[in-house]
C-alpha cells in the first residue's frame, strides 16, 4: 500500500538556521508530490508541488524541496529559518490514477529566538 | 476570492445527536473531499466526489455521510456522532482536469462529540 512516512514528529531550530524536513514515499511510480504547511488554528496552505521535470522545486515563503527517485524522498528545505515558519508541515503524495492524497504524519517545526 | 468555506468552524456536541458540517466551494471544482486529522496520523480521507452526485469512499468512511446535489457544496453528515469522532476535519477541492492540480484546503472544523 502507497505510505508517506515523516521520520521526524518535532524539530526545533534556531531562527536564521537551515532547515531540513524529511519525507519519504512508498509507491511503484513516480507520484505527485506535495508540501503543505498549517499555522496554527489554520487550514493547509500548499508550499511546493513536484510532477515532473527538474527535481529541485521552488516553492512560496522561500522554501525549496528535491526530489530524489533513488531514495523515494521528497525533502523540504530552507536556508534561513523565519520565526513566523514555526508551524506543521506535512508532505502527501498522489498516485497518478487518483485524486486521493495520501499525507505523513506531519512535523512540528519549533523556532527559538 | 477563491476559496473553500466550513461551517461551523467549533462544534461541541453530544453523543447520537445528528449533526452536519457543511462545505462549500466557489472555484467550479470538480472533485471535493473531506479529510479528518488526529495527532500523530496526518490527514485521512473519509469521503471523496469527483462531480455532482458522484461519491465514494475514502479510507476512513465509517459513522459518516455526504452528498453532493450541487458543485459548490459537500456538506459532511453524522448521523449519530461518537467520541472517537472527535477530530478536526477539513473539506478540500480540486479542478479535476489535472491530476496534478493542487487541493485547496477550507480552515477546518473542530469537533468535540461528548
Known amino acids: 500500500a502507497q505510505s508517506v512516512t515523516q521520520p521526524d514528529i518535532h524539530i526545533t531550530v534556531s531562527e536564521g538556521a537551515s532547515l531540513e524536513l524529511r519525507c519519504n514515499y512508498s509507491y511503484g511510480a513516480t507520484p505527485y508530490l506535495f508540501w503543505y504547511v498549517q499555522s496554527p488554528g489554520q487550514g493547509l496552505q500548499l508550499l511546493l508541488k513536484?510532477?515532473?521535470?527538474?527535481?529541485l522545486v521552488q516553492g512560496i515563503k522561500g522554501f525549496e524541496a528535491e526530489f530524489k527517485r533513488s531514495q523515494s524522498s521528497f525533502n523540504l528545505r530552507k536556508p534561513s529559518v523565519h520565526w513566523s515558519d514555526a508551524a506543521e508541515y506535512f508532505c502527501?503524495?498522489?498516485?497518478?490514477?487518483?485524486?486521493?492524497?495520501?499525507f505523513g504524519s506531519g512535523t512540528r517545526l519549533l523556532v527559538r529566538p | 476570492e477563491a476559496q473553500v468555506t466550513q461551517n461551523p468552524r467549533y462544534l461541541i456536541t453530544v453523543t447520537g445527536k445528528k449533526l452536519t458540517v457543511t462545505c462549500s466551494q466557489n472555484m467550479n471544482h470538480e472533485y471535493m473531499s473531506w479529510y479528518r486529522q488526529d495527532p500523530g496520523l496526518g490527514l485521512r480521507q473519509i469521503y471523496y466526489s469527483m462531480n455532482v452526485e458522484v461519491t465514494d469512499k475514502g479510507d476512513v468512511p465509517e459513522g459518516y455521510k455526504v452528498s453532493r446535489k450541487e458543485k459548490r457544496n459537500f456538506p459532511l453528515i453524522l448521523e449519530s456522532p461518537s467520541p472517537n469522532q472527535t477530530s478536526l476535519y477539513f473539506c478540500?477541492?480540486?479542478?479535476?482536469?489535472?491530476?496534478?492540480?493542487?487541493?485547496?484546503f477550507g480552515p477546518g472544523t473542530r469537533l468535540t462529540v461528548l
Open positions: 502527501a503524495v498522489r498516485m497518478d490514477s487518483s485524486y486521493k492524497l495520501i
Open positions: 513536484y510532477f515532473s521535470g527538474d527535481t
Open positions: 478540500a477541492s480540486s479542478p479535476q482536469r489535472e491530476r496534478g492540480n493542487e487541493q485547496f
